[in-house]
């Protein structure tokens, strides 16, 4: 299974990016997927997940500012970023992986599938 992450790239602080998560195969239908990102000198953390039916969480670093979206059809999954800060510079990773529900509430576990990163910085 190959995953192909694009979309990153240089914006301002304030500015928007949105990422895209290919899969080659039908994985994401049967996947939760997450992106993760790993900033310089920092362990790789947990941004967005998404479950195979839409139920989502984020990281609180994140919310309200992020969107993760899935198109099954089109095999990808994205990540609307809006409102960016130089925080959010790093590295983005997607990744297919497992899910579970504990009393109705999404959490994705993880999985084995990794798209190759994606660079993004947020800078004046």
């Known amino acids: 299974v190959q995953l192909q992450a694009s979309g990153g790239g240089k914006v301002r602080p304030g500015g928007y990016l949105r990422l895209s998560c290919a899969a080659v195969?039908?994985?994401?239908?049967?996947?939760?997927v997450a992106w993760y990102r790993q900033a310089p000198g920092k362990q790789r953390e947990l941004v967005a997940a998404?479950?195979?039916?839409?139920?989502?969480n984020y990281a609180d670093s994140v919310k309200g500012r992020f969107t993760i979206s899935r198109d099954n059809a089109k095999n990808t999954v994205y990540l609307q970023m809006n409102t960016l800060k130089p925080e959010d510079t790093a590295v983005y990773y997607c990744?297919?992986?497992?899910?579970?529900?504990?009393?109705?509430?999404?959490?994705?576990?993880?999985?084995?599938?990794w798209g190759q990163g994606t660079q993004v910085t947020v800078s004046s």
């Open positions: 195969g039908s994985i994401f239908s049967i996947k939760a």
């Open positions: 990744n297919a992986g497992d899910q579970k529900y504990v009393s109705g509430n999404f959490y994705y576990i993880g999985g084995d599938y």
């Open positions: 998404i479950s195979k039916t839409g139920s989502t």
